[in-house]
């Protein structure tokens, strides 16, 4: 009795026919049209992503000039006089009206700030040609407001088109007073790459090995969406996989040959490569990307990238990488597991929906728990979270790596993730001897969990 006990124990587990599977699975996937698609699709997005983001903030760059130019058609005022409560010294010199437009029109600057001028006295003044451009401080800068009076020819919208304009000149005016270089203007304008400055918080926190609150939340999202799309591309084909073997009664013949682990590994290790091999042709298509946009316009669009830099991960140095690596694979191979394990409860093809939903629904929980434990962001939360899966799938790295956990609180996190992957691919593997034959009905979760008491 022991003997033949062990013996089938060494026929469900033993990965007899695990290459077949393995070469197999690749050859279809790769042969499959959906999946070339999904490939094709992934590598040319990954590759448009700086070009987008490079015309995207030219578009927004040229959007906003043209928002400055301004132009009166057909200008109606004669005379402009500028109230100047600004304490910045203004005169008439510093207005250029024939920009607008304007190619005879009287300007003066009535400084009312050292004189006795109020804007009433020179309100009542204004002809029907004749405006008044009053400058004053603001708690946000400087506020520009344009008087007409009662009568006045003037249209409205020429009066927005000066105010707009003035608005737009003060703070070019405030530069040129300042004495600050044509070449010191240029390089403010043109923008400060930050991604290297640290705030006091950040610096303090690196001193700790700690990372900033927001700079988690980012880094986990980047993290979390690599996850995702392993464990959404593998789920899919996994079920649909093992379904439509069950159902065409091919795998009565394949498992005369092949051992049900073998079978399971096969098919996720085979996922695995074509997965790999997406990411890593478009990282690839990625960098040689951004490396083109630089070569031709002299624009680095990694730069300025925060929230999707997927180049964060990068950070960490070579061991944080390999953890990141492995930390994947694991995960991989748990949710390919399950999903074996519901593909061989199917009993037809009405069936994969159902149980590639159950899959993406202990996805989507662990995703969502783990973004709230980032933005909760307190010592319980993320002992609790690193420590219990689905969640501790996305967040255990992450934190170690973060400052957030210690060496053994993550060591303890790795170990119960590598439990729970024996766990889920021996379950797996009884249910392929147990359920996969079964063409009734579709046995419930409940059901399935039994098969591992048994």
Same mark, same amino acid.
């Given at each position: 009795?022991?003997?033949?006990?062990?013996?089938?124990?060494?026929?469900?587990?033993?990965?007899?026919?695990? *290459?077949?599977?393995?070469?197999?699975?690749?050859?279809?996937?790769?042969?499959?049209?959906?999946?070339?698609?999904?490939?094709?699709?992934?590598?040319?997005?990954?590759?448009?992503?700086?070009?987008?983001?490079?015309?995207?903030?030219?578009?927004?760059?040229?959007?906003?000039?043209?928002?400055?130019?301004?132009?009166?058609?057909?200008?109606?005022?004669?005379?402009?006089?500028?109230?100047?409560?600004?304490?910045?010294?203004?005169?008439?010199?510093?207005?250029?009206?024939?920009?607008?437009?304007?190619?005879?029109?009287?300007?003066?600057? =009535?400084?009312?700030?050292?004189?006795?001028?109020?804007?009433?006295?020179?309100? *009542?003044?204004?002809?029907?040609?004749?405006?008044?451009?009053?400058?004053?401080?603001?708690?946000?800068?400087?506020?520009?407001?344009?008087?007409?009076?009662?009568?006045?020819?003037?249209?409205?919208?020429?009066?927005?088109?000066?105010?707009?304009?003035?608005?737009?000149?003060?703070?070019?005016?405030?530069?040129?007073?300042?004495?600050?270089?044509?070449?010191?203007?240029?390089?403010?304008?043109?923008?400060?790459?930050?991604?290297?400055?640290?705030?006091?918080?950040?610096?303090?926190?690196?001193?700790?090995?700690?990372?900033?609150?927001?700079?988690?939340?980012?880094?986990?999202?980047?993290?979390?969406?690599?996850?995702?799309?392993?464990?959404?591309?593998?789920?899919?084909?996994?079920?649909?996989?093992?379904?439509?073997?069950?159902?065409?009664? #091919?795998? =009565?013949?394949?498992?005369?040959?092949?051992?049900?682990?073998?079978?399971? #590994?096969?098919?996720?290790?085979?996922?695995?490569?074509?997965?790999?091999?997406?990411?890593?042709?478009?990282?690839?298509?990625?960098?040689?990307?951004?490396?083109?946009?630089?070569?031709?316009?002299?624009?680095?669009?990694?730069?300025?990238?925060?929230?999707?830099?997927?180049?964060?991960?990068?950070?960490?140095?070579?061991?944080?990488?390999?953890?990141?690596?492995?930390?994947?694979?694991?995960?991989?191979?748990?949710?390919?597991?399950?999903?074996?394990?519901?593909?061989?409860?199917?009993?037809?093809?009405?069936?994969?929906?159902?149980?590639?939903?159950?899959?993406?629904?202990?996805?989507?929980?662990?995703?969502?728990?783990?973004?709230?434990?980032?933005?909760?962001?307190?010592?319980?939360?993320?002992?609790?979270?690193?420590?219990?899966?689905?969640?501790?799938?996305?967040?255990?790295?992450?934190?170690?790596?973060?400052?957030?956990?210690?060496?053994?609180?993550?060591?303890?996190?790795?170990?119960?993730?590598?439990?729970?992957?024996?766990?889920?691919?021996?379950?797996?593997?009884?249910?392929?001897?147990? #359920?996969?034959?079964?063409?009734?009905?579709?046995?419930?979760?409940? =059901?399935? #969990?039994?098969?591992?008491?048994?």
């Amino acid at each position: 009795m022991t003997s033949n006990v062990k013996n089938e124990k060494e026929n469900i587990y033993s990965l007899k026919g695990f *290459d077949k599977v393995f070469k197999f699975t690749l050859a279809q996937t790769f042969k499959n049209k959906a999946y070339i698609i999904s490939f094709v699709s992934f590598v040319i997005m990954m590759a448009l992503m700086g070009p987008i983001q490079y015309f995207s903030a030219k578009s927004s760059s040229n959007a906003a000039k043209s928002v400055s130019d301004y132009k009166v058609s057909d200008p109606v005022a004669k005379k402009a006089i500028v109230a100047d409560a600004s304490g910045l010294g203004l005169g008439a010199d510093d207005f250029k009206f024939d920009e607008l437009g304007y190619k005879n029109i009287d300007v003066s600057v =009535e400084d009312v700030m050292s004189q006795d001028t109020t804007f009433d006295s020179i309100a *009542d003044s204004l002809g029907k040609e004749d405006m008044i451009i009053i400058i004053a401080v603001a708690q946000t800068g400087y506020q520009v407001n344009v008087i007409r009076a009662d009568e006045s020819d003037i249209p409205s919208d020429e009066m927005d088109t000066v105010s707009g304009y003035v608005q737009a000149q003060i703070s070019d005016i405030k530069i040129a007073k300042s004495g600050i270089s044509d070449e010191d203007v240029q390089l403010v304008q043109k923008g400060v790459y930050t991604n290297g400055v640290m705030s006091e918080t950040e610096y303090n926190s690196s001193v700790s090995n700690e990372m900033s609150k927001s700079k988690l939340f980012s880094v986990l999202m980047i993290y979390s969406i690599v996850i995702m799309i392993v464990s959404t591309m593998s789920a899919s084909y996994i079920v649909a996989s093992v379904t439509e073997e069950k159902t065409s009664k #091919l795998v =009565e013949g394949l498992l005369v040959s092949v051992r049900p682990m073998a079978l399971l #590994l096969g098919k996720i290790c085979g996922m695995m490569v074509y997965i790999i091999s997406i990411l890593i042709c478009g990282f690839t298509a990625s960098k040689i990307s951004n490396f083109a946009i630089k070569a031709a316009f002299g624009v680095d669009v990694t730069q300025g990238v925060s929230q999707f830099d997927f180049g964060a991960l990068f950070e960490f140095g070579a061991v944080g990488l390999v953890l990141i690596l492995v930390s994947v694979l694991i995960v991989y191979m748990a949710f390919g597991g399950f999903s074996g394990m519901m593909g061989s409860a199917c009993t037809k093809t009405e069936d994969v929906q159902s149980a590639t939903g159950t899959v993406m629904g202990l996805v989507m929980t662990g995703y969502f728990g783990a973004m709230f434990a980032a933005g909760f962001d307190h010592p319980i939360v993320n002992s609790l979270a690193c420590i219990i899966p689905p969640f501790s799938f996305y967040t255990n790295t992450v934190y170690y790596l973060a400052g957030r956990i210690t060496l053994p609180y993550f060591a303890l996190s790795m170990a119960i993730q590598i439990i729970v992957v024996v766990v889920i691919l021996v379950l797996c593997a009884k249910t392929y001897r147990r #359920l996969i034959l079964n063409d009734s009905t579709k046995p419930k979760l409940i =059901e399935i #969990l039994r098969a591992l008491k048994n």
